[in-house]
């Protein structure tokens, strides 16, 4: 499972709850989307970048999201959720995630978002803060 998450800085461990489950037995696909909201929360708690938020006003905002499923993910498990960037410009970001069940040991999900930076104050677009931008290459080990 390591091996399978080894290139993703921030890895959340999230446990199955029975109520995430549908009437097909398995987890309901909307929730897989929660799993790599709560992956990309940390890792944005990760950079700091909440406190920006607080005192800046300035933030992420999701623009997209996808997922591919791969196998069903069933109650009783835990899940291990991975975020990283793999893209950075000017006003965007692109985040991969991939969600691996600890009772299979294999992937269940991968998923893609596009996360905008948002003034919140002036509700608009603006450019990634240069402090979340050095803080990105810090926690990904490189220079986009």
């Known amino acids: 499972m390591k091996e399978l998450l080894k290139t993703f800085p921030v890895v959340t461990k999230i446990p199955v709850i029975w109520g995430d489950m549908d009437s097909f037995q398995h987890v309901n696909n909307v929730i897989y989307f929660r799993y790599f909201e709560s992956a990309r929360i940390q890792y944005f708690e990760t950079l700091g970048w909440l406190k920006i938020i607080e005192n800046m006003g300035i933030g992420p905002i999701l623009g997209s999201t996808s997922c591919r499923y791969r196998i069903p993910l069933?109650?009783?498990?835990?899940?291990?959720?991975?975020?990283?960037?793999?893209?950075?410009?000017?006003?965007?970001?692109?985040?991969?995630?991939?969600?691996?069940?600890?009772?299979?040991?294999?992937?269940?999900?991968?998923?893609?978002?596009?996360?905008?930076?948002?003034?919140?104050?002036?509700?608009?677009?603006?450019?990634?803060?240069?402090?979340i931008q050095q803080s990105i290459e810090k926690l990904e080990d490189r220079i986009f």
């Open 74 to 131: 069933t109650y009783p498990d835990t899940v291990f959720a991975g975020a990283k960037i793999t893209e950075l410009h000017e006003k965007r970001f692109t985040m991969e995630y991939l969600l691996v069940s600890e009772k299979h040991a294999d992937p269940v999900a991968e998923g893609t978002g596009i996360v905008v930076c948002y003034n919140y104050q002036k509700n608009q677009t603006t450019p990634i803060p240069e402090v």
